[in-house]
């Protein structure tokens, strides 16, 4: 596995800054410019952007999880000597748990748009996401410090 960590950091990084770079232009700049236009372009736009990003942001998801994984089991778990036992084992675990709250909420809008056809019951995710990515890459950066 110590062969393929710097990989899969790579992955993991470029991925992280796709996803995060999604959020924060879905939230902060396209919500601004939507108000400077008319509504209808802004959906328009909104929409043709979303038909992209439903592609793309997924499989991005999904590497972000199995590199995580694969760089997580160097630093916790059994082999690393626990869970909780240092503060960077800590620190990992909860932004293990951020992580997973992200996506198990893109499960949910997922399964809802293309298995249930029905509008998702969390409505928009991305501002809860964004919040909780940026949590994440404080605490990746923290973690090797504490």
Same mark, same amino acid.
């Given at each position: 596995?110590?062969?393929?960590?710097?990989?899969?950091?790579?992955?993991?990084?470029?991925?992280?800054?796709?996803?995060?770079?999604?959020?924060?232009?879905?939230?902060?700049?396209?919500?601004?410019?939507?108000?400077?236009?008319?509504?209808? &372009?802004?959906? *328009?736009?909104?929409?043709?952007?979303? +038909?992209?990003?439903?592609? #793309?942001? /997924? =499989?991005? !998801?999904? $590497?972000?999880?199995?590199?995580?994984?694969?760089?997580?089991?160097?630093?916790?778990?059994?082999?690393?000597?626990?869970?909780?036992?240092?503060?960077?084992?800590?620190?990992?675990?909860?932004?293990?748990?951020?992580?997973?709250?992200?996506?198990?909420?893109?499960?949910?809008? &997922?399964?809802? *748009?293309?298995?249930?056809?029905?509008? +998702?019951?969390?409505?928009? #995710?991305? /501002? =809860?996401? !964004?919040? $909780?990515?940026?949590?994440?890459?404080?605490?990746?950066?923290?973690?090797?410090?504490?």
């Amino acid at each position: 596995m110590q062969n393929l960590y710097p990989y899969a950091q790579i992955i993991h990084l470029f991925c992280a800054i796709i996803f995060v770079g999604y959020l924060f232009f879905d939230v902060i700049i396209l919500r601004a410019a939507s108000k400077k236009m008319p509504s209808e &372009l802004a959906q *328009k736009a909104k929409q043709a952007i979303g +038909s992209v990003a439903i592609r #793309i942001m /997924p =499989i991005c !998801l999904l $590497l972000l999880v199995l590199t995580g994984g694969m760089m997580m089991s160097s630093w916790v778990g059994s082999k690393a000597g626990g869970y909780f036992e240092t503060n960077l084992q800590i620190a990992f675990m909860i932004k293990f748990c951020l992580a997973m709250v992200i996506v198990a909420a893109v499960i949910v809008n &997922l399964s809802c *748009k293309f298995i249930f056809k029905r509008p +998702s019951p969390l409505g928009n #995710i991305h /501002p =809860i996401a !964004l919040t $909780l990515a940026v949590a994440i890459v404080l605490l990746a950066k923290v973690m090797f410090m504490v």
